[in-house]
């Protein structure tokens, strides 16, 4: 199983590498509702508000792409972040965070795409998934400890590790042409000439399949987000510390750590448009169970379900984006592909929270499920156009005929 990994471009590995090394120390955003409305004395509303400011600075990071090397920016306003105490100054700083880090993601994925087959791409988003949440089951546990003792660790914590990442981006990784990469599936007609701003915006905007399941995805993106806006908010009404919300919620990244590349590896074998409406069944059951949640467990329980729809879902993804793409266009398609999430946290950002504040977690958590049987359907009705492309034999095979 190994074997399939470690065959993998260097490249994947090395950005896989500093992947890992950001989001062990991604601090900031998980504790970020609970130090506005609790440790600032701001409320829930505006906590959720800022979290909205954030999606919208990452809706903007997702558009305008750019240079990996631009992430280094991130730790500068962290720093500041910290010392902010004004309210329009702190949302005016999530939402520069938000447009610095996210800068680096859709050019990330489309590198991936380009340097592998359609038969590797699931394993590579994979193997990205794990070193991403390799990091997600460090830093709520360690942010958790470092809140506990003070607020502003986090901020510098985070800070440190960002411009390491981008360190490591800037020395090892360099622009790969998808046309100089043997085994692509570059079509001809697309892959020897750039393509104006214009001439993708027509030609995405008549993809239906892909709007489609940039939709869902939406709608998947929506419900995924209260693990980190409104979840840690309805467990401190419990009476569940901080501490506590980030001991449970690493259970998802340390399942994911464990679990990713067997079940990607096994799950390979199946039409992938049927994995990905089935991971939105069961990412909603998980969710939709918080609706009952009153003790530690209970929530542990819930965060389990969720993340085996997680895992399920989350390497076919950006693999499925970058079959759709024309290759020339990969980044643009995993640029429009990352506004699903940010646009996530924009459209709920502030929604969310008065759903919470005014009708209780009842509520939220229940719409929470409605929500992932409609991303679930809408999935299912593109099953034919994002359905598994036909793999190529294994080189053994392939020279034996």
């Not at 440190?160 to 001809?188: H, M, N, Q, W």
Request: charged fraction near 10%.
């Amino acid at each position: 199983m190994l074997q399939q990994y470690l065959k993998l471009p260097r490249p994947v590995h090395i950005l896989c590498l500093g992947m890992f090394i950001n989001r062990a120390g991604s601090f900031i955003v998980p504790f970020l509702s609970i130090y506005i409305s609790e440790r600032l004395g701001f409320g829930v509303t505006f906590a959720t508000m800022t979290i909205g400011a954030f999606g919208i600075g990452s809706m903007c990071g997702s558009l305008v792409g750019g240079h990996l090397a631009d992430h280094i920016g991130g730790a500068s306003v962290m720093i500041i972040m910290s010392q902010l105490s004004s309210r329009w100054a702190i949302m005016a700083a999530a939402f520069s965070l938000a447009l610095i880090a996210d800068v680096y993601r859709p050019a990330a994925s489309a590198m991936i795409a380009d340097l592998t087959t359609p038969h590797e791409r699931s394993l590579a988003f994979g193997l990205m998934y794990v070193a991403i949440n390799l990091g997600f089951a460090i830093a709520p546990v360690v942010g958790g400890f470092l809140a506990s003792r003070s607020f502003q660790l986090l901020f510098w914590g985070d800070a440190l590790t960002c411009a390491l990442y981008g360190l490591i981006i800037t020395k090892y990784i360099r622009e790969t042409l998808p046309v100089s990469a043997p085994g692509l599936d570059a079509p001809d007609d697309d892959s020897t000439e750039q393509v104006s701003i214009a001439a993708a915006v027509r030609h995405i905007l008549h993809d239906r399949p892909f709007i489609t399941f940039c939709l869902a995805s939406l709608l998947f993106a929506i419900v995924f987000m209260q693990s980190m806006s409104t979840l840690p908010l309805h467990m401190a009404r419990l009476g569940i510390s901080a501490r506590d919300y980030g001991l449970i919620i690493a259970a998802n990244g340390a399942m994911i750590t464990i679990l990713q590349l067997p079940l990607t590896t096994q799950l390979n074998r199946f039409n992938r448009a049927h994995v990905v409406t089935v991971a939105a069944l069961v990412t909603g059951v998980g969710f939709g169970l918080m609706t009952f949640a009153t003790l530690r467990w209970h929530f542990l329980a819930a965060v389990v379900i969720w993340t085996l729809g997680e895992i399920m879902q989350s390497p076919y993804m950006q693999a499925i984006v970058g079959d759709l793409a024309p290759v020339r266009m990969r980044a643009r398609y995993m640029g429009v592909f990352t506004l699903m999430f940010a646009l996530s946290s924009l459209s709920w950002g502030r929604l969310e929270g008065q759903v919470l504040a005014r009708f209780g977690g009842t509520t939220l958590w229940t719409s929470a499920f409605v929500i992932s049987l409609i991303g679930a359907a809408t999935y299912w009705s593109i099953r034919r156009e994002i359905g598994n492309r036909p793999a190529p034999p294994p080189e053994g095979e392939a020279a034996a005929k």
